[in-house]
Nanobody, 124 residues
Framework: QVQLVESGGGLVQAGGSLRLSCVASGRTFSRFAMGWFRQAPGKEREFVAG????????YYSRSVKGRFAISRDNAKSTVYLQMNSLKPEDTAVYYC?????????????????WGQGTQVTVSS
């Protein structure tokens, strides 16, 4: 089992920045590919960013590429999502997810472990 706890969400004006953190516990963190997803009201959960076990490779959705950056610190069992140039359409609940995989899945159904989510609200 892996437990994931997100933090760092909040209310920010358009153009601002936030940094989300997700701390893992329970199993060896470096075994897991990590992903960030988000879900806005009435919409499906969507992939935002992902990072491989070692942190060497990262992946982003088109909507956030160039604005968001995912990173991880395996010594701290933590994955981060730095969000810059935020837009009102980035408003959603953000979830981190973990999967024991060499690749980074982009489909939410392929992740076994999820955090409880953290709300990000971007005002115009």
């Amino acid at each position: 089992q892996v437990q994931l706890v997100e933090s760092g969400g909040g209310l920010v004006q358009a153009g601002g920045s936030l940094r989300l953190s997700c701390v893992a516990s329970g199993r060896t963190f470096s075994r897991f590919a990590m992903g960030w997803f988000r879900q806005a009201p009435g919409k499906e959960r969507e992939f935002v960013a992902g990072i491989t076990r070692s942190g060497i490779s990262t992946y982003y959705s088109r909507s956030v590429k160039g604005r968001f950056a995912i990173s991880r610190d395996n010594a701290k069992s933590t994955v981060y999502l730095q969000m810059n140039s935020l837009k009102p359409e980035d408003t959603a609940v953000y979830y981190c997810a973990a999967e024991d995989s060499a690749d980074v899945p982009v489909r939410a159904t392929l992740y076994h472990y999820w955090g409880q989510g953290t709300q990000v609200t971007v005002s115009s």
